[in-house]
């Protein structure tokens, strides 16, 4: 027989331990609850409770917005293991190689604005033909709405 083996409440942690062990607000716990990046169970009076390997999520989540990943990505990255998993080295080096190579796009795109931008300071113009930060005849609003002048190659 294949029975269930019930839940041990008396070894998972409360929001409020999770909170403290991980450094976090209590509110940020939440929150990555909200956006579906941990996940608590609910003991008979329905309050949360944490398996212990949500203090390796939350560790890895904090690292992924340091070097400034969307919550959707890293709820997108975390979602390739089994939920509830403790996530390896190996995986973690996995992880952190994905979000090097992004890391280097966006400080790459960053560099080129930064270069951009120095051209213009104490220019003025704003011209649409000189100014390298200007959306010559609006070329990039028509491939969409949002901030494209970030997003282009
Ligand atoms: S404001 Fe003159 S080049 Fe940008």
Not at 15 to 34: L, M
Not at 55 to 67: G, N
Not at 129 to 147: K, T, Y
């Amino acid at each position: 027989m294949n029975a269930k083996k019930p839940i041990d409440f008396s070894r998972l942690l409360t929001v409020g331990e999770v909170a403290h062990r991980a450094g976090v607000p209590v509110s940020t716990i939440h929150f990555y609850e909200s956006k579906g990046l941990i996940a608590s169970t609910r003991n008979a009076g329905n309050q949360r409770r944490f398996a212990s390997v949500v203090l390796r999520s939350i560790a890895i989540i904090k690292v992924a917005q340091r070097t400034g990943i969307p919550l959707e990505e890293i709820k997108e990255a975390l979602g390739r293991y089994p939920p509830g998993s403790k996530l390896s080295a190996v995986q973690w080096r996995e992880l952190s190689s994905r979000w090097r190579e992004s890391l280097d796009e966006r400080i790459r795109k960053l560099t080129r604005l930064r270069d951009e931008l120095d051209s213009c300071i104490g220019c003025g113009c704003l011209s649409l033909e000189e100014c390298p930060l200007r959306n010559p005849l609006d070329v990039l609003g028509e491939e969409g709405p949002g901030p494209r002048i970030l997003e282009r190659p």
